[in-house]
């Protein structure tokens, strides 16, 4: 069992910059893929970024097409967290954000339904 925490959301103006957290705890966090998805008002939740779990490599990361060169997904085994870099924001990228962690490999890591847990998510509004 794996419990998430998000943190970091808030209102920021249009090219600006936030970093989200996603705090772990429980199971051994460093062996679960993270992903990160979004949820606007009215729409279905969308990926936004992974980090995937390989034994004895440094995680394969994976962006969607809209946020790559502006997001950066990482992680701190040793903090158990995993941050997500947001720049450039833009009015677009308004959502709630959602971190999720599953340790299957060989799944899906742009499918919410591969995921197992999931945070309660924190608010991003970027204001034009």
């Known amino acids: 069992q794996v419990q998430l925490v998000e943190s970091g959301g808030g209102l920021v103006q249009t090219g600006g910059s936030l970093r989200l957290s996603c705090a772990a705890s429980?199971?051994?966090?460093?062996?679960?893929?993270v992903g990160w998805f979004r949820q606007a008002p009215g729409k279905e939740r969308q990926f936004v970024a992974a980090?995937?779990?390989?034994?004895?490599?440094?995680?394969?990361?994976y962006y969607a097409d809209s946020v790559k060169g502006r997001f950066t997904i990482s992680r701190d085994n040793a903090k158990t967290t995993v941050y997500l870099q947001m720049n450039s924001l833009s009015p677009e990228d308004t959502a709630g954000y959602y971190c999720?962690?599953?340790?299957?490999?060989?799944?899906?890591?742009?499918?919410?339904?591969?995921?197992?847990?999931w945070g309660q998510g924190t608010q991003v509004t970027v204001s034009s």
């Open positions: 999720a962690a599953q340790m299957r490999r060989f799944v899906d890591l742009t499918n919410p339904l591969s995921y197992t847990y």
């Open positions: 429980g199971d051994t966090f460093s062996r679960y893929s």
């Open positions: 980090i995937e779990w390989l034994p004895g490599e440094t995680g394969e990361t």
